[in-house]
């Protein structure tokens, strides 16, 4: 494991800012801790102080300190995404295992809602959520919903690579001393899909985080804990840019890219760890 | 032949599933939730005025028939689809009595052109570059576009939208950045209001065509560099066929099928995008209508766009999915 990480970073330029990325974003969650200031509180600085040596970020309209909101919204948001993409990998390594190693009707049955839910178009159905549930929308629910809709993808994916495990003569070896099934895919074949799961982790991540920042910039979800989308609503909502309060908005958005281009080096780089045909091409470079 | 309307048929069928799962699915989500649509729509209409309590039973009796609601859950799911096969959504509340129907009928044609158009020119540029990326593989520029393309396909298009109406907006106004044609114009059709629409169309559809390009980009050159290694190609190159010649029968014709596919299984993603964007620049579609409905509470509005999203994706994705195995003709279509 680690000269596996060691040799990417030494060789895999992507992979290296991807993880420094990364560990910036974890500094940044560690560091939300030692806010000086509660959360959601409000005006407990001057209001719209441009940054300074003091509030290094400026202050909000509504007298937060912009950099403490940025470091609790980054650990609220990736805190999310880690939550859809740990429930969707566990639905995703169900699906796919059993529809793989199972076949037959189970794996059409499984196959049919899989690809139902893979070209339902999501937002319309987040916003009916919404419109639904209004006030008794809140974290935990929004994250058993994305987690909901989020794993068919790789589900797919999981179950073309449990197809060809099951072939392999240790599958008949294990089916013949034994082995129920549920421990064939617990300890056969789950190892084998780990790396694609840690894959697909990272573009879950990039797709949910997405979602919530869209809703909470519309105000669709619990608008009281601060998140990157959150402070662009607020900032929204009190006309930042046209008051002039450029630092408010310019603050998530700059983080939110910066986290999403780490996001996604880190998921091009492990896929190309994944699959070496990709790695002749670069040595063919 | 008979392949491939069995494999129509097949499609068919797999597309009637996720009309079915997909509606009903809208079906229970307002149907299981505790919020009571008809209260709702009461506590709305009686907020600023007092309402003889009479007036509110009889409301409350009108608007129970008007959302389908009479009868326990099954009956209210058998009219909920039998409403919808005739195509009744409801009249609207927010702009009663117009029907939801013709409201979203309105809008539609706005959300329709824009996703086109916009994935017409992202398909075709990011295949395009991605062909030529992965066939002049030492180009420097090529590498460049293609680094720039890739690295802004993973920004959730809300904020990539958000970051050209600042740029267009506020420190470069050169483009109009809300609506879809100007405030007073004259809606007679006409040269001058097509060029209005189009120019109120670039900013939204620039946002969509740099975020979608990139991953067109991404698979057409990985197909691509995997084509160009081919024993038959090689054997053009040294028979002496031309590189542009190389590159477009040869090479591009058999990497476009697998895109296509790619093209399906996206294009719920691209339309959620595109409703998305729509907001950002308040463009008179199928997004703005929604937010629109949510804020106004208008609940058959926003059951009607979400049931007929879901049935127009999953149509488009059949008709895409049907066409793709015509154009390669060694597909027997399975």
Redesign the interface.
């Known amino acids: 494991m680690f000269t596996i990480v060691r040799d990417l970073i030494r060789y895999n330029i992507e992979f290296a800012i991807g993880l420094l990325i990364l560990l910036l974003l974890i500094g940044a969650v560690v560091l939300s801790f030692f806010s000086p200031y509660p959360a959601a509180d409000i005006y407990v600085v001057p209001p719209d102080m441009p940054p300074d040596a003091e509030f290094w970020l400026g202050t909000t309209s509504r007298g937060q300190d912009t950099f403490w909101q940025l470091m609790i919204g980054l650990r609220n948001t990736l805190g999310f995404g880690v939550g859809v993409a740990f429930l969707s990998r566990i639905l995703s390594l169900v699906v796919g295992l059993t529809a793989g190693y199972a076949g037959g009707r189970t794996d059409r049955v499984l196959m ?2 899989n ?11 987040l ?8 006030d ?1 929308m809140n974290w935990l629910m929004l994250v058993l919903i994305l987690s909901a809709l989020g794993w068919s993808y790789d589900a797919r994916l999981i179950r073309s690579i449990a197809m060809s495990l099951r072939t392999r003569p240790f599958t008949m070896q294990s089916v013949y001393s034994g082995m129920s099934m549920r421990k064939i895919l617990v300890e056969e074949h789950l190892p084998y899909v780990m790396p694609i799961v840690f894959a697909t982790t990272m573009n879950n991540m ?1 797709w949910s ?3 919530e ?2 809703l909470s ?2 105000g ?1 979800t619990d608008v009281d804990t601060p998140t990157m989308g959150q402070m ?1 609503y607020w900032a929204n909502s009190h006309s930042a ?1 046209i008051s002039g309060i450029w630092w408010w ?1 310019a603050a998530p ?1 700059g983080a ?2 910066i986290l ?2 780490g ?2 080096l880190l998921s091009m780089s492990m896929n190309e760890y994944i699959d070496p ?2 790695r002749l ?1 670069r040595m ?2 | 032949m008979t392949a491939y309307l069995i494999f129509v048929a097949r499609r068919f069928g797999q597309l009637l599933l996720v009309v079915f799962l997909g509606i009903s699915a809208t079906f229970f989500i307002t149907h299981m939730t505790p919020v009571d649509p008809v209260a709702e729509t009461i506590s709305v209409i009686t907020n600023f005025s007092k309402a003889d309590p009479e007036a509110i039973e009889l409301m409350r009796k009108t608007l129970t028939e008007l959302y389908g609601l009479q009868g326990n859950v099954f009956e209210q799911y058998i009219s909920f689809w039998s409403r919808l096969l005739r195509g009744d959504l409801g009249p609207s509340l927010s702009a009663f009595p117009t029907p939801v129907s013709q409201i979203i009928f309105r809008a539609l044609p706005w959300t329709v052109g824009l996703m086109i158009s916009a994935t017409l020119i992202s398909f075709l540029i990011g295949n395009a570059l991605g062909a030529l990326a992965g066939y002049y593989r030492k180009s420097r520029i090529l590498k460049i576009v293609s680094l720039g393309l890739i690295g802004l396909q993973p920004i959730p298009y809300y904020i990539l939208a958000f970051i050209l109406l600042i740029l267009f907006g506020f420190v470069w106004p050169v483009l109009p950045i809300a609506g879809g044609y100007e405030m007073n114009a004259d809606l007679t059709l006409s040269f001058s209001l097509v060029l209005d629409i189009i120019r109120h169309s670039i900013l939204p559809a620039l946002a969509l065509v740099l975020v979608g390009a990139g991953s067109w980009l991404t698979g057409m050159r990985a197909l691509t560099s995997n084509i160009v290694t081919e024993d038959y190609v090689t054997f053009a190159e040294l028979g002496g066929v031309g590189s542009t010649r190389i590159l477009r029968s040869y090479v591009v014709r058999n990497a476009l099928v697998p895109q296509l596919t790619g093209l399906a299984m996206s294009l719920g993603a691209i339309f959620n995008g595109t409703v998305i964007t729509e907001i950002v620049f308040g463009y008179p579609g199928i997004g703005t209508l929604l937010i629109d409905a949510v804020h106004a509470g208008d609940y058959s509005l926003v059951l009607g766009l979400a049931s007929l999203s879901i049935v127009g994706v999953a149509i488009a994705v059949f008709l895409i999915d049907i066409l793709s195995p015509l154009l390669d003709p060694r597909i027997k279509a399975e």
């Open positions: 049919a809602i690809d139902s839910i893979m070209v339902i178009p999501q937002f319309p159905i916003v009916l959520f919404y419109f639904v549930l209004k008794n990039i985080i997405g979602m920042i869209t910039v519309l669709f662009i840019l908005v958005v939110i890219v999403f281009v996001l996604f045909r990709s091409n063919g470079n």
